[in-house]
C-alpha cells in the first residue's frame, strides 16, 4: 500500500482535481469536505500528507491545522496549504502554524505533484520494486561539467566496464537528459559557475523523478567548505574530480 | 482607494483560466454585456473586511459553464454528474478570481475575509447594485466564442 494524502476543501471540485492528479501514482487520496471530517479522518487513517484548504464551513483551515499542531498524535503529520489567499498576512499567520508548504490556487496538477513529491515518496502505479544494480550491471552515468576533459577522463577510467557515462556541460542540459531517461547515478561538479551543481542539486532532489538518484560531488581536494556543504544538503558523498586527483 | 479594480479583476481572472484551463480568454469592450433568455449560472464570492467590502460575480451560459467543469476536471460532457458539479466549478472559479484579488488588496494593507462560494441559476436575471455601491461590469470571451461576464459590487463607493 502506497502513501495517503488526505485533501481537505470545501470544493468537490479541488478534492476531484487533487485526486485526479495522483491517480497515477500508487497512493490512496482521502477525502473530507472540512476540518472537523479533516481532523476525523486523519485520526482514524493517520494520512502521510495533508493538503488543507483555508475558507472552509464548520471549521477553517487555520482552526483545522491549530488542532492538528496541538495534538501529540497528529502534529508530525506534513501540511501542504492549498488555499485561493496568497497575502502576506496569510502567508506569514500559517507559516508560523509549522505548515510545511503553501501553494496557492489557481495552480497546475503538476505544482500539486511536485510539491507533494517533496514530502513523501511518490511511485507511477504499476512499477515493479527496483531491483538494486550490481557492480557488473549495465548502468548509465550522468557527469555534468562545464570541462569537456574531466568528462572525457572519466569515461576513460570507466571504459572497461558495462557502464555508460554520458556528459553534459550545464545544469539546464542535465535536466533535459534526466526528463528523458533517468540516469543511475549522477556525478555534479562543484565548480559549476554560479552555484550551478548546488542548485542542479537542489533541482534534482525537488522532483519526483530523480528524487532517488544517487548524486555524488566533484571538487577539488582543498575546496573543503563545498564539501561541507555537499555533506549537508544530502549529496550521497564527495569525491575529488579526476584531475586533482592525479596530481 | 482601489482605482484600478478592474485591471486586478481582469488579470485575476485571465491567470485562473490559463492556469486552471489552459486556455487564454480576451477582453471584450466594456458594455457588451451577456445576452439573457437561455440558461445562465452566475457563481459569486464575497469579500468584507475594516475599510472595504463587496461580491464578484461570474456568469455565464450554461453551456459554456459545463465546458468549464469538462476542462477543469478532465472530463467528457456526458460524465457530468448533474449540475450540482457544475456549480461546485463555478463556485471554485470565482473563489480562486476572488481570492486572488484578495491577495492583491491585502498586499497593499487593506485586510478582508472571503465568504464561501454561491450560485445562482436562471434564464433571466439580472445582477444589479443598490446605492452607495459601485458597479464594475467586465466582459471576456473564451478562444471558442463564450462569454463570460464578471461583476463586481464594491462599498464604499470607488473614485471611478
Redesign the interface.
Known sequence: MGPKILSVDDSKTIRLIIAKAFKSFDCEVLEAANGVEGLAIATKEKPDIIILDLTMPIMDGYETLTKLKSDPDLKSIPVIMLTAESGKENVLRIAKQGVRDYLVKPFKEEMIIERVGRVIDLKPKGTTPVKQKRFDDPIKVLVVDDKPAITEQIKTGMADTTWTVVGVAQGGEALDTCALAVPDAILISLTLPENGGFNLFQLLRASTKTKSVPVFAMCVKTAVDDQVKAQQMGFTSSSPSPSTSTT | MIDDLDDMVQSAVT??FS??LNTKIQVEPPGAAIANGEPHVAGSVGFSGGSVCGVVYLYCSAVFARRI?CN???LQDNEIEGD??VN??V??MA??V???L??????RGI?C??T??SIVRGTNFTIEAVSSTSRRLLAFRSQDNQQLVVEALVKPPLSN
Open positions: 491567470e485562473v492556469t486552471m467543469t477543469l476536471l478532465g450540482e458539479m461546485d466549478a463556485g471554485e473563489n480562486m476572488v481570492g486572488q484578495k491577495s492583491r488588496l491585502c498586499d485586510t475575509v472571503l464561501v462560494p
